[in-house]
């Protein structure tokens, strides 16, 4: 409805909620990181001293992270500059074409510090934040993404420095330790396959199987290090490094706010898609205009809306699904945690 509202009214409705809308959003997200910088205050400047000392020589091996070369550094950090401010991309200055001023130029500059602000002011906060939190050198329970995981053949130990080194160069040189080929036997989720899974750039720990909620039991294939056709209700946990939105959101909870810190990300992720959902808008209806005349910028704009009605639509059966099965996953879950305790009875599990 908001959405629809804003996106309708055209440029000035726009300006009139982004105007608002993003310095409220810096301002949430520069709040929260500075409680988690100042909160691990004595790590800022070995932090500091860390960005500038592998600037070219990318990290070695903390907490398992087998290395990055600076190609893949500079890669990674084209890839995340582009994605935050779209720089380069040709987009942004449909939006400031519209702006009324005497110089061009003038509007340029403006143009200028967006970059600025969001790469080298909130992009250096967030690093600063990640750094100083230590969250980047843990490794951490979470769900395996199939895209992020490979199945070595053999036991590997990164606590030895030979088998560190050996894995490190089989990140930085792909293939050059024997993958997986064959079948994973696996019993009460615990594979049996004498076998290292590497996900994240890191060796996987305490790696247990599931099918739903519940340990598996059975075979999968594996081809080249990779299991073949998984079946979706199969998800592989256990503790690695994390990153990206994940990384960043338990790096502020290693703040003054606590748990309530991923809350700021959800804000800032919400605060953030809305955003570019309106300014796409404009960009879509500014092609409209010269294609096929201003005529054509009101079906554009309903269509643009009624698509992101129907997607919406797409989770009622889902959410109708949660509602209805709501007692069976909180018996599922408390469930799940009991047994965990019971198999890791050292380690920590949420309240």
Request: charged share 20%; glycine share 8%; hydrophobic share 45%.
């Amino acid at each position: 409805m908001i959405l629809g509202f804003v996106i309708i009214g055209g440029i000035k409705r726009i300006a009139q909620v982004t105007e608002k809308l993003v310095p409220a959003m810096a301002l949430i997200y520069f709040i929260g990181a500075l409680a988690v910088i100042f909160y691990n205050i004595e790590n800022v400047i070995p932090s500091i001293f860390a960005i500038f000392s592998d600037i070219f020589t990318g990290t070695a091996a903390g907490g398992g992270f087998f290395g990055a070369t600076f190609a893949y550094a500079f890669n990674r950090g084209v890839n995340r500059g582009l994605f935050s401010n779209e720089a380069g991309q040709g987009s942004a200055p449909i939006a400031h074409s519209s702006a009324k001023t005497n110089e061009p130029v003038s509007e340029g500059l403006v143009a200028i510090l967006e970059p600025f602000i969001d790469t080298v002011i909130i992009c250096t906060l967030t690093g600063l934040v990640v750094l100083s939190s230590g969250v980047w050198k843990e490794k951490l329970e979470n769900k395996f993404q199939y895209t992020d995981m490979q199945i070595l053949a053999g036991i590997y130990d990164d606590k030895k420095v030979e088998e560190l080194k050996e894995l490190s160069d089989h990140v930085l040189t792909p293939k050059k330790l024997l993958l997986y080929d064959g079948n994973l036997e696996v019993t009460d989720g615990k594979i049996n396959s004498q076998v290292s899974i590497v996900h994240a750039r890191s060796l996987a720990e305490n790696v247990l199987i599931y099918e739903d909620a519940k340990l598996f039991s059975g075979i999968l294939p594996v081809k080249d290090g990779a299991l073949v056709s998984p079946n979706p209700n199969i998800s592989v946990r256990g503790k690695s490094l994390i990153h990206s939105a994940a990384l960043t959101t338990e790096a502020f909870q290693r703040s003054f706010f606590g748990s309530w810190g991923k809350y700021i990300i959800a804000i800032g992720l919400l605060l953030f898609a809305f955003s570019t959902a309106i300014s796409w808008s404009y960009y879509g209806d500014r092609a409209m205009t010269f294609l096929l005349g201003s005529s054509s910028v009101i079906y554009f704009r309903i269509v643009y809306v009624i698509g992101f009605f129907v997607i919406a639509l797409m989770t009622l059966p889902n959410l109708i699904g949660i509602l209805l099965l709501r007692e069976d996953m909180k018996e599922t879950l408390k469930k799940y945690w009991l047994d965990f305790k019971a198999e890791h009875p050292n380690e920590k599990t949420p309240e």
